[in-house]
């Protein structure tokens, strides 16, 4: 079964920089998008970036355009999301997800695979 397990967030000052990382496990690369997804308190989810296992097509959300990098490591089986400039409305809980498509305008398309969440808290 895939297992998606979340790490790197933390709490950073506005204009730092953090890299999350997510632990892939079970996934077969073939047909599959990889993105990232995150929720603050009280408002609803939101698609941050995404990129497709077969040929890496990337797709990032306008908010985030330019400051965000997204990359899957195959080798080790880690997908990675690298925020610089971080700005205090990009605080939330960060989730990894895994699915046939990654719709990131979407707010209520459901993900095969989620994982827990890291917190990332810019102040």
């Known amino acids: 079964d895939v297992q998606l397990v979340e790490s790197g967030g933390g709490s950073v000052q506005a204009g730092g920089s953090l890299r999350l990382s997510c632990a892939a496990s079970?996934?077969?690369?073939?047909?599959?998008?990889m993105a990232w997804l995150r929720q603050a308190p009280g408002k609803r989810r939101d698609g941050v970036a995404s990129?497709?296992?077969?040929?890496?097509?990337?797709s990032y959300a306008d908010a985030v355009k330019g400051r965000f990098t997204i990359s899957l490591d195959k080798s080790t089986n880690t997908l990675f999301l690298q925020m610089t400039s971080l700005k205090p409305e990009d605080t939330a809980m960060y989730y990894c997800?895994?699915?046939?498509?990654?719709?990131?305008?979407?707010?209520?398309?459901?993900?095969?695979?989620r994982g827990q969440g890291t917190q990332v808290t810019v102040s």
């Open positions: 079970g996934v077969t690369y073939g047909s599959m998008c």
């Open positions: 990129i497709y296992t077969t040929g890496g097509t990337t």
């Open positions: 997800a895994a699915s046939s498509l990654c719709p990131l305008d979407s707010r209520t398309y459901e993900y095969k695979y």
